[in-house]
Nanobody, 115 residues
């Protein structure tokens, strides 16, 4: 059983910063990928940033230069959000790919941006 717990969401003013955290627990195996997705109101999930076990990172074009993904240890990922824009608002979901369990999703943490 794998559990993902996200935290750090909340209300942020446009131009401000926020840091999201995702921690995996349980029999997680090796997390080949940890990533953050943003879910829109119509439930579409757009990849925001991803990081592999070798610290190879990818970003969506809209967040390059503003967001940074990082990992701590084998089970935790962060998303440092800077220069936040109103269009960054949404539910941020943590995603992992485990060598034992494949893909797993967290429940999400809400980011609200005030202009």
């Amino acid at each position: 059983q794998v559990q993902l717990v996200e935290s750090g969401g909340g209300l942020v003013q446009a131009g401000g910063s926020l840091r999201l955290s995702c921690r995996a627990s349980g029999d997680i195996g090796t997390l080949d990928i940890m990533a953050w997705y943003r879910q829109t109101p119509d439930h579409q999930r757009d990849m925001v940033a991803s990081i592999t076990g070798f610290n190879s990172m990818e970003y969506s074009e809209s967040v390059k230069g503003r967001f940074e993904i990082s990992r701590e240890g084998a089970d935790t990922a962060y998303l440092q959000m800077s220069s936040v824009r109103p269009e960054d608002a949404g539910t941020y979901l943590c995603y992992i790919w485990s060598n034992l369990h494949g893909a797993r999703w967290g429940q999400g943490t809400q980011v609200t941006v005030s202009s």
